[in-house]
């Protein structure tokens, strides 16, 4: 079975520049996580989805940050506009009721905003 | 205070060693924990889940006390391949039961 898909891997951009990352999470898996890392604050939570819905974004950092989940198998996190400070590793992971919560994550897209 | 909070380490044992983490919590509603492991530059992976009586896997020991609201990980005979960060996951239930990571314990195992 495919895992969560994850795109780009890798991005390279500039400041002020629009970033959309994106997420095909497990199939049958209704909750979809966002989460960020970098070294000095760890995994952070942005947001996450059931069922399609947001049900907790308290952790995207600010405006300039968005997520949708159109359907259950797609979601994006936009950064409009993007900063130096933005860059980091960026995990998409789904989970299904059945499995207890356990959640599984995509490779990540590794962002650098120059 | 943190939600979830591990010493980052890097611990430093030799192959053989036995080397345990523990990882406290702030909310005591949580329900589920976990551990999971994490490679250089690789995305998390499940270990293991970690039950209220304990639960080993292998040379893996998972121990939970509610009361004092910490979990445990203790790894035996300690091997190369175990070097990895090794996050403590805790599910928040009354928070809509999102998942908080710890910052992650590294671990290094020298021959």
């Known amino acids: 079975d495919a895992g969560v898909i994850q795109s780009p891997r890798h991005e390279v951009t500039e400041m002020g520049q629009e970033v959309t990352l994106r997420c095909k999470p497990i199939?049958?898996?209704?909750?979809l996580f966002w989460y960020r890392q970098t070294m000095m604050r760890g995994l952070e939570l942005l947001i996450y989805?059931?069922?399609?819905?947001?049900?907790?974004d308290s952790g995207m950092p600010e405006d300039r940050f968005s997520a949708k989940m159109p359907n259950a198998s797609f979601s994006t996190l936009k950064i409009q506009p993007s900063e130096p400070r933005d860059s980091a590793v960026y995990f998409c992971?789904?989970?299904?009721?059945?499995?207890?919560?356990?959640?599984?994550f995509g490779e990540g897209s590794w962002l650098t905003v120059v | 205070r943190k939600e979830v909070e591990q010493d980052p380490g890097p611990f430093n044992v030799p192959e053989g060693a036995t080397v345990a983490f523990n990882c406290t919590y702030s909310?005591?509603?949580?329900?589920?924990f976990f551990w999971y492991r994490q490679d250089c530059r690789k995305e998390p992976k499940l270990l293991m889940s970690?039950?209220?009586s304990g639960n080993e896997d292998g040379r893996f020991t998972a121990q939970l006390n509610r009361a004092s609201q910490y979990i445990s990980l203790l790894i035996r005979d300690s091997k190369l391949s175990d070097s990895a960060t090794y996050l403590c996951?805790?599910?928040?239930?009354?928070?809509?039961?999102?998942?908080?990571f710890g910052q992650g314990t590294e671990l290094s195992v020298k021959p």
């Open positions: 992971a789904s989970s299904a009721q059945a499995s207890g919560n356990t959640i599984y």
């Open positions: 199939s049958g898996h209704n909750s």
């Open positions: 989805f059931n069922n399609n819905v947001p049900i907790d």
């Open positions: 909310n005591s509603a949580s329900q589920s």
């Open positions: 970690v039950y209220s």
């Open positions: 996951v805790v599910n928040f239930y009354n928070q809509g039961g999102k998942l908080i």
